[in-house]
């Protein structure tokens, strides 16, 4: 067995009943040569998702699931966590094989999503971590968009996230080198991992569709409350890391931070909300970077100015149309 790469899966879960199957048997299903260590960890579900881990549990167990690998070891618990950040790292801690990857319980695997990282990682000894491609989709599971995902570049996840992390797969001992995933954060730990394992190690971009990135008005990639907390997060790691809070940064958690502050009428007017934004973006941006960086400048491009007039699902998703469904 120690010859064929084992692959330890881990999927958080939380009421996420209605998308938790789809999950499951995405991992489940993935053929090739390889073993498959998956773990999910529910943090006391009070929905179905109990009732579908069980189900999945019994019929690998006995044997009435067609396991299309090497084996598949699947594992789960049911217990409150403090959140997204300790129950994946609850899964790691007892996680058996040599390459890591977590899929929250509302994304899915593409087919040969695993054996293409088990081969990438074979043929490239040197690299500590993988990511591929992803396409977003709604409630109902139909694409709308895909992640704009680009060549490593440590200094451009500064400002632009390259990495989609449900496609992105990286090596146990990388992982534990830089401290693993900082259980203090909520939102940015992917992000936060990806910055200390690239300034150490080799990271790698392939580029194919590995995954499905699963928005809704649960997720907390697009949810109202969250949303100025998360870019608030991703901001504080990139002044941290990078000593530069890039305008881009700065002006979507002032936007997020006024269009719940303002008053209505005022959040509803697109003209208004944008020259509060970009007023307070400015000022903000001079404070924290203690004057006009350079870099700034070179931000200011007519992409970047194109999104202001654009959703925040239209600039993700890249579609007009795109809905949370």
């Not at 995954?211 to 997720?219: A, E, I, P, Q, V």
């Not at 491009?301 to 890249?318: A, Q």
Request: glycine content about 6%.
């Amino acid at each position: 067995m120690s010859h064929f790469v084992t692959l330890s899966i881990i999927t958080p879960s939380y009421n996420q009943g209605q998308f938790l199957a789809d999950t499951i048997e995405s991992v489940l299903y993935q053929e090739g040569n390889f073993f498959i260590d998956y773990i999910i960890v529910d943090g006391g579900s009070t929905d179905n998702s109990l009732a579908i881990i069980k189900h999945y549990d019994a019929l690998l167990q006995a044997g009435e699931w067609p396991v299309a690998c090497r084996g598949i070891n699947y594992r789960w618990v049911s217990e409150k966590d403090a959140g997204q950040t300790d129950a994946i790292m609850k899964g790691f801690s007892q996680a058996r094989g040599g390459i890591f990857a977590w899929l929250n319980s509302d994304d899915t695997y593409l087919p040969h999503a695993l054996q293409t990282a088990a081969g990438f990682f074979v043929d490239h000894p040197e690299a500590a971590l993988l990511y591929g491609d992803a396409y977003y989709c709604d409630t109902a599971g139909a694409v709308i968009g895909q992640y704009r995902t680009d060549d490593f570049d440590l200094d451009k996840l500064a400002y632009f996230n390259i990495i989609c992390q449900p496609s992105t797969f990286f090596r146990r001992e990388a992982f534990e080198q830089v401290g693993a995933l900082d259980r203090a954060l909520t939102f940015a730990m992917d992000f936060d991992l990806w910055i200390r394992i690239g300034r150490r190690f080799p990271c790698r971009h392939l580029p194919q569709f590995l995954s499905t990135y699963r928005l809704h008005d649960s997720s907390k990639t697009v949810r109202e409350e969250t949303l100025f907390e998360n870019s608030e997060e991703a901001l504080r790691l990139t002044l941290k890391y990078f000593d530069w809070a890039p305008l881009t940064r700065v002006y979507n958690s002032c936007n997020f931070y006024l269009r719940a502050r303002l008053p209505a009428i005022l959040a509803r007017s697109k003209p208004a909300l944008m020259v509060a934004t970009l007023l307070f973006s400015v000022l903000r941006s001079l404070r924290l970077n203690h004057g006009v960086r350079r870099k700034d400048l070179a931000l200011l491009n007519r992409e970047n100015f194109s999104k202001l007039f654009k959703s925040r699902l239209e600039i993700m998703t890249g579609n007009k149309a795109a809905e949370k469904g």
